[in-house]
């Protein structure tokens, strides 16, 4: 992006510090790219974080997540609060992935100095779509801007995942996405603190508040009964065990848990983004109230640890080749059956650490940051 | 599901090998859960690998995967075939999202004893949602079922993943999915080799297989030109390189290479099913012509190397719970800044590589089949 040669990393920080665009553009690749010093970029600007709040922006495909962003961005530019953006929805139009028209309405917001958007390459299983996305968002964080906005499409379980990484939760939905929405909701209120009925001067949106708010008296453990039976859904989470997990581990306010507000939008026209700001505000104080935050925070850096260590230990696996050559010999007898990938890769990690041992003895532990 | 008490590896593979439907559930709960002896059992299982076609079907939520996938089933029963089906889509009825109308006809199919049908829970980003789902297939292939179906709903990169552990995947497109699938297509257009029009008989269903075939005319090279710009699609694929990287591992045809055939069905009338079972014959038989089912499969083995291997350092680091309570007593200095992720990362991998050379000299190499 800046055109420039390599630059050092110790360069590169300090230019980021000053906060030259162009470094974060930078510092955003080499997180996207999962590039050798980007463990060593995170660690330098660890101590930057935390200034920031993370607001995720979830739903399905066509939802109008991206516009409501857009506005979302807009209502904090007046305020004077600078946003920066990382988007990971392959629909969005933040990815090149949306109409022409729409394209336009982005760059628009794009030409703001105070707005950065970045999306996010999707990207297999190996790179680690939650982790690239939690790096980018703290890229954006120690750069200093006062939120930053998480766009994802919520139908995967990575893109739930990648929600659980934010603050504050919001889920956006409308009233014609229909039966295959009503079916997605289970997962996603597992993670939503706020919901947004978009769109919603159109037909169907009151019943899909009202459907939302039963949902989550349910949840509250209000009595169901006297609903009409076409108003019963199925209120499972996707994972329940995890569902339990999260609120045993999150502290009720003094005034009792939160309870996720249903909140009506027409983006397009911007109705609604004033009662979303607050009702974003007034999430981010009982977070802070109840100590949920610092208890998000932790989990935060806790998976932090854990993405380094595993990343460090399969970076090791793979580095320079070696042990990608050696299983593609083994590929034969694999197919012949005469070998079973346990097997192999039993071998392939003995072949590893006897590698390891041997090449420990002359290196320095830092040759990793070259 | 069996009630019975533990058994060993061997009896459950002896049990499995005889075809006993309860080892057939209670591998596939291994392997779900991740259990200790799972890499020990897909051993055991590998040498009876590779006689099923696997059959991957992949779209939107609502496209109507899941009664395509009953139909062709049905279909490859009066054929005298057997059928195993992993549903790995949230939304879809053999997990239980659905409609009780819908799941009242799967509970039909499921009566037949020629079918087995298992929905996985999904999981986080450790368990790994393509590898698991891979193994299920595995399992089921293992057991003697001659075709696996398995449903993804085909939004989120982990879908995408999974649905290329299929042999051959069907893209399945409904005309009202709109603007949202509209651009959903650049993804889905990677990994097709047979898409399905469902839903024919509904307005637009004409307009959409033109699209498609423009599409893949594109794909192909044909001119595009003298179109009407209404039909102009974006025809980027969501990874440009992976794309590139999977037609030139593919060998062509001595006719050309395969040009992904656009079907109309109404799977709720079994309309088009006919027509479909035929493709995907006519796609197998492509398949081992050309040598790209040996291709693809190959791939499939090196994946499950990777997937082993990675999966054992993991297990090594997290085993026994010794680094997570180890981690945790260092989220207060992380969370003061006074260490940054990176360095207790690398810290727990030291601690941990202590331990694992302690313990070695204690335990033999087997233990981990206990």
Not at 19 to 28: F, N
Not at 37 to 44: F, Q, T, V
Not at 283 to 302: E, K, N, P, T
Request: hydrophobic fraction near 45%; proline fraction near 5%.
């Amino acid at each position: 992006m800046t055109g420039a040669g390599e630059t050092t990393l110790p360069t590169l920080v300090a230019e980021f510090t000053a906060r030259k665009p162009a470094a974060l553009a930078r510092a955003l690749s080499i997180i996207e790219n999962h590039r050798a010093d980007c463990d060593a970029l995170l660690a330098a600007l660890h101590p930057r974080l935390g200034r920031a709040r993370r607001v995720g922006i979830t739903g399905p495909p066509g939802a109008g997540k991206s516009t409501l962003a857009m506005r979302l961005a807009a209502r904090w530019r007046s305020d004077g609060l600078t946003v920066g953006i990382v988007a990971v929805d392959p629909t969005s139009p933040f990815t090149g992935g949306a109409l022409l028209g729409d394209r336009i309405r982005m760059e628009a917001v794009a030409l703001d100095p105070g707005i950065f958007i970045r999306s996010m390459a999707t990207r297999g299983a190996l790179g680690g779509l939650a982790a690239t996305t939690r790096e980018a968002a703290d890229v954006l964080d120690a750069y200093g801007f006062d939120r930053v906005l998480i766009e994802t499409v919520g139908v995967g379980q990575s893109e739930l995942d990648i929600a659980r990484t934010a603050d504050t939760s919001v889920v956006v939905l409308v009233p014609e996405s229909g039966d295959s929405i009503q079916t997605m909701k289970a997962g996603l209120m597992e993670i939503a603190d706020l919901f947004v009925v978009n769109k919603a001067d159109r037909p169907g949106a009151d019943r899909l508040r009202q459907e939302l708010e039963l949902m989550l008296g349910l949840r509250l453990g209000l009595v169901y009964k006297n609903v009409p039976s076409h108003h019963r859904v199925d209120l499972r989470p996707l994972n329940p065990a995890r569902a339990a997990r999260r609120a045993a581990a999150e502290p009720a306010d003094a005034g009792g848990r939160w309870t996720p507000p249903v909140l009506a939008a027409v983006a397009a026209t911007g109705e609604g983004i004033d009662a979303l700001a607050s009702a974003l505000d007034a999430h981010f104080d009982y977070l802070g109230r109840s100590g949920a935050l610092r208890v998000r925070r932790r989990q935060r850096l806790r998976e932090r640890v854990v993405d380094a260590a595993e990343r460090r230990v399969r970076s090791r696996l793979w580095e320079n080749g070696a042990m990608q050559t050696w299983l593609e010999s083994q590929l034969d007898a694999l197919e012949a059956g005469a070998l079973t990938p346990l097997a192999v890769a039993e071998a392939l990690l003995a072949r590893s650490a006897a590698r390891l041992a041997e090449s420990s003895t002359e290196r320095s532990p830092d040759d990793h940051r070259s």
